[in-house]
């Protein structure tokens, strides 16, 4: 039977030593707290320059060079489709990319002694700056609009701009001369004559061309099997172009009829007060 009485403690121990384990369990705990005051400072600092971002150009944030627009997919396309439409985000840079490398290509065939090189040149420096803003507003952000507010306009604008997107896309892989592409026809001819440069970067334009012409047809089937369906039909998109037509009407006639004619009147505040209620402030 063991002694209630007897010490717990050893008599061949150091009552004075630290506790090993202890330490290295508090050193552990004191380890992660750093880690979390450094999360929360790298926390703050985002939160400061969002704000900044905020003050400066409002909720815009896209481009980042010049917020014109908000531009986020985890905060407004609903969790099952943000894979798909960050591809497409993602095909779309990919798009931007090729028209700088076929610029880039077009001046090569230049310099290699194409007779049609300066005309070349010059369409694809019109290309970079027409096709990459066109692009976006007229397919990118439409199909963006569309799985974020499930609108069946927005579905058709997609697939008619997309639709011509996609015959540019094979226009481009081609690469007839004369026409700003340095696309197959030009990448063959410049390998045939021996100007190595020329037919390297041709082959990098044709390559992106391809790649996000294909990528593009691909996602075109996706989303046209997803509008499908979701029941979207024509109907359905033209009472929704008439909805918001009305309501552009209707903004545009309270400001010409209620919020200017005011101006000449003698109290345009006490005017706006009884008699115009769409352009007096609103108690919250």
Known sequence: MANPFASTHSLDTNPFDDPAP???????????LRQRELDLQRREQELAAKAET?????????????????????DEI??????????????????ALTLIINMVACITIL?????????DVGASIGYVFFISITSFLLWYRPIYNGYMKEQALY?????????????????????????GSAGLIQMIQMYANHQWLAGVFCTLATVGWTVQGLGNAYYYREIYAHHNAAGHTMEKAK???????????????????SCLKPLRHKNPEKYISKRLPCCSKTKQ
């Open 22 to 32: 202890q330490t290295q369990a508090t050193d552990v705990r004191l380890e992660q």
């Open 155 to 179: 579905y058709y604008l997609y697939f008619f701009f997309g639709g011509f997107h996609l015959l540019f896309s094979i226009y481009m892989i081609i690469g007839v001369p004369s026409t």
């Open 78 to 95: 609903p969790e099952a489709s943000q894979t798909l439409i960050t591809r497409l985000y993602q095909l779309w840079l990919v798009l």
């Open 54 to 74: 905020i003050r400066k150009h409002g909720r815009n944030n896209w481009p980042p060079f010049f917020p014109l627009i908000f531009h986020s997919i985890p």
């Open 239 to 257: 009472s929704e172009l008439a909805m918001h037509g009305a309501k552009s009407t209707q903004i545009n006639t309270c400001f010409k009829t």
């Open 111 to 119: 310099i290699a002694g194409s007779r049609d090189g300066g005309r």
